[in-house]
């Protein structure tokens, strides 16, 4: 029972971060040993009163009293505890993972049945179990879909301790027979606890199969989780390669760039490692571009603009009245791009500038336009928010050049344009940085980040599994609601 939960729990890890020829993924995951150890030990804290409120499954045999048969069957089981001197697990070289209980005991109850020639009864027992050992190791690899796929490599159980206290009714009948049907018992559990563990993995490689990994972030963007090479397990991590590359609900177009090659160890500390490649941070910006986003607000009616631009623009607005309104916006010309060198983001920002004088009965006229061509350099990270369940991104942004080029040749604007770039160039940088520093919220709460890294092609980052929500997911088999 222990170990079905257990199971479930590192199988879905493998499956939600989320497989013949070899390719670069988008994201490349390196699970740890830590990982195992503090999934095991939050098994052990939530498990037994999860137990406690589903019943088992009855158990029905036959026994031999003499020369007659008499039929028992143990019926409404409940667990009332569940205790081991040890819960294990550990990756498989190769192959996927081990799973060990040793020391079992459990206490069960149950109503029960007895009827033959001789006797026909009914009442209430107890079921001690001991000395349980249970061994399982569970092989790991992409099915056809690349999703992740799972199957029994062996199975060990063996139960050595087994005794029945029979409550009620005839006490002499049941001494004679508690020695057989304990033996029994002994003998069909040891048989049958692979044969259902054997079961359970099946429906649980049904459900890996049920996973959404084509996941919808809003309704302009999804991404493509499948895997794209079968998991490697040494013994000391487990590798798993996602595409991670985004796609259009609207239109159902992927953009699917082709990513470097990634490679960094695992690192001491962290259950997990991740690194995001650049090709992935460009498919989203293409796909979020192709989707009518990448427009800012520089100015509007409401902005508190510094005192050159409100100059600028109330001069600009001369020729229209009174008006003090003003609406300018920054629309992206084509998807920006993003270069990752280490310790450094580079994007670059083809764009145009809309400057409008906003004019009573709804009306307005355009001040200028202006086409822009921006690169600035960001030191960023990603860490837990502070305020709500998720991360944020947070960094700084350098300018590394700024062009601007206003089109309305024989205009006030234009006689301005060196004014005029050298104003939107400072607050430009002003609106990065603000919102940089106030940081970015990622409403993503699967993973609790411990640190952020930028390397050459790809950002790495060093997080520990939310379990509280790997639970929910567990429970939905969607990995969007993490």
């Given at each position: 029972?222990?170990m079905?939960?257990?199971?479930?729990a590192?199988?879905l890890?493998?499956?939600?971060?989320?497989?013949?020829s070899?390719?670069?993924?988008?994201?490349k995951?390196?699970?740890?040993?830590?990982?195992m150890d503090?999934?095991?030990?939050?098994?052990?804290?939530?498990?037994i009163?999860?137990l406690?409120d589903k019943?088992?499954?009855d158990v029905?045999?036959?026994?031999?009293m003499?020369?007659?048969?008499?039929n028992?069957?143990?019926?409404n089981?409940?667990?009332?505890d569940?205790?081991?001197?040890?819960?294990?697990s550990s990756f498989?070289?190769?192959t996927?993972?081990?799973?060990?209980?040793?020391g079992?005991?459990?206490?069960l109850t149950?109503?029960?049945e007895?009827?033959?020639?001789?006797?026909?009864?009914?009442?209430?027992?107890m079921?001690?179990?001991?000395?349980i050992?249970?061994?399982?190791?569970?092989g790991?690899?992409?099915?056809k879909s690349?999703?992740?796929?799972?199957?029994?490599v062996?199975?060990?159980?063996?139960?050595?301790?087994?005794?029945?206290?029979?409550?009620?009714?005839?006490?002499?009948?049941?001494?004679?027979i508690?020695?057989?049907m304990?033996?029994?018992?002994r003998?069909?559990?040891?048989?049958?606890v692979?044969?259902?563990l054997?079961?359970?993995?099946?429906?649980?490689?049904?459900?890996l199969n049920?996973?959404?990994?084509?996941?919808?972030?809003?309704?302009?963007?999804?991404?493509d989780l499948s895997?794209?090479?079968?998991?490697?397990?040494?013994?000391?991590?487990?590798e798993i390669?996602?595409?991670?590359?985004?796609?259009?609900p609207?239109?159902?177009?992927k953009v699917a760039?082709?990513?470097?090659?990634?490679?960094?160890?695992a690192?001491?500390?962290?259950?997990?490692?991740?690194?995001l490649?650049?090709?992935?941070?460009n498919?989203?910006s293409?796909?979020?571009?192709?989707?009518?986003?990448?427009i800012f607000?520089?100015?509007d009616?409401?902005?508190?603009?510094?005192?050159k631009?409100?100059?600028?623009?109330a001069?600009l607005?001369?020729?229209f009245?009174?008006?003090k309104k003003?609406?300018?916006?920054l629309?992206?010309s084509?998807?920006?791009t993003?270069?990752?060198q280490t310790?450094?983001?580079?994007?670059g920002?083809?764009?145009?500038i809309?400057?409008h004088a906003?004019?009573?009965?709804?009306?307005r006229?355009t001040?200028?336009t202006a086409?822009?061509d921006i690169?600035?350099?960001?030191?960023?990270?990603?860490?837990?928010?502070n305020?709500?369940?998720?991360l944020n991104?947070?960094?700084s942004?350098?300018l590394?050049?700024?062009?601007?080029h206003?089109e309305?040749?024989?205009?006030?604007?234009?006689?301005?344009?060196?004014?005029?770039?050298?104003?939107?160039m400072?607050?430009?940088?002003?609106?990065?940085?603000?919102?940089?520093?106030?940081?970015?919220?990622?409403p993503?709460?699967f993973f609790?980040?411990?640190?952020?890294?930028?390397?050459?092609?790809?950002?790495?980052?060093?997080?520990?599994?939310?379990?509280?929500c790997?639970e929910?997911?567990?429970s939905?088999?969607?990995?969007?609601?993490?």
């Amino acid at each position: 029972m222990v170990m079905s939960w257990f199971c479930s729990a590192v199988l879905l890890i493998l499956s939600a971060l989320c497989l013949c020829s070899a390719e670069n993924p988008g994201v490349k995951v390196k699970l740890t040993k830590m990982i195992m150890d503090k999934g095991a030990a939050y098994a052990k804290q939530n498990l037994i009163s999860q137990l406690k409120d589903k019943p088992l499954p009855d158990v029905n045999g036959t026994i031999t009293m003499g020369e007659e048969n008499m039929n028992y069957a143990f019926l409404n089981i409940r667990l009332v505890d569940f205790n081991y001197t040890s819960l294990s697990s550990s990756f498989v070289p190769g192959t996927g993972i081990k799973l060990v209980i040793k020391g079992g005991t459990t206490t069960l109850t149950s109503d029960f049945e007895l009827y033959g020639w001789l006797l026909t009864d009914n009442g209430f027992c107890m079921l001690n179990l001991t000395e349980i050992c249970i061994t399982v190791i569970i092989g790991v690899q992409r099915d056809k879909s690349n999703k992740p796929s799972i199957h029994t490599v062996s199975c060990e159980a063996d139960i050595l301790g087994v005794n029945l206290t029979m409550i009620g009714g005839v006490s002499y009948i049941y001494d004679a027979i508690r020695k057989p049907m304990i033996k029994m018992i002994r003998n069909d559990l040891n048989q049958q606890v692979c044969s259902m563990l054997r079961g359970q993995i099946q429906q649980w490689d049904q459900t890996l199969n049920d996973l959404k990994l084509n996941i919808l972030l809003d309704n302009s963007i999804g991404v493509d989780l499948s895997l794209v090479n079968d998991p490697v397990f040494t013994e000391q991590n487990a590798e798993i390669d996602s595409e991670c590359m985004f796609y259009s609900p609207v239109n159902e177009t992927k953009v699917a760039l082709t990513p470097a090659a990634m490679s960094f160890d695992a690192q001491k500390g962290s259950m997990l490692t991740v690194g995001l490649s650049e090709a992935s941070f460009n498919s989203a910006s293409q796909v979020y571009h192709s989707g009518g986003g990448f427009i800012f607000r520089l100015f509007d009616a409401h902005s508190k603009s510094n005192s050159k631009a409100a100059a600028l623009l109330a001069g600009l607005c001369q020729p229209f009245g009174k008006t003090k309104k003003q609406l300018v916006l920054l629309s992206a010309s084509k998807a920006p791009t993003f270069l990752l060198q280490t310790n450094n983001v580079t994007v670059g920002f083809s764009g145009i500038i809309n400057a409008h004088a906003l004019l009573p009965r709804a009306q307005r006229e355009t001040l200028f336009t202006a086409r822009t061509d921006i690169c600035f350099s960001a030191q960023v990270s990603i860490l837990d928010s502070n305020f709500l369940p998720g991360l944020n991104l947070t960094g700084s942004i350098s300018l590394n050049s700024f062009n601007l080029h206003v089109e309305q040749e024989q205009s006030e604007a234009k006689k301005r344009e060196a004014e005029i770039k050298a104003i939107f160039m400072e607050e430009i940088l002003r609106m990065l940085n603000d919102n940089l520093q106030t940081g970015l919220y990622i409403p993503f709460r699967f993973f609790k980040i411990t640190t952020s890294t930028i390397k050459k092609g790809f950002m790495m980052v060093n997080a520990n599994m939310n379990f509280e929500c790997l639970e929910n997911v567990l429970s939905s088999g969607n990995p969007s609601k993490s």
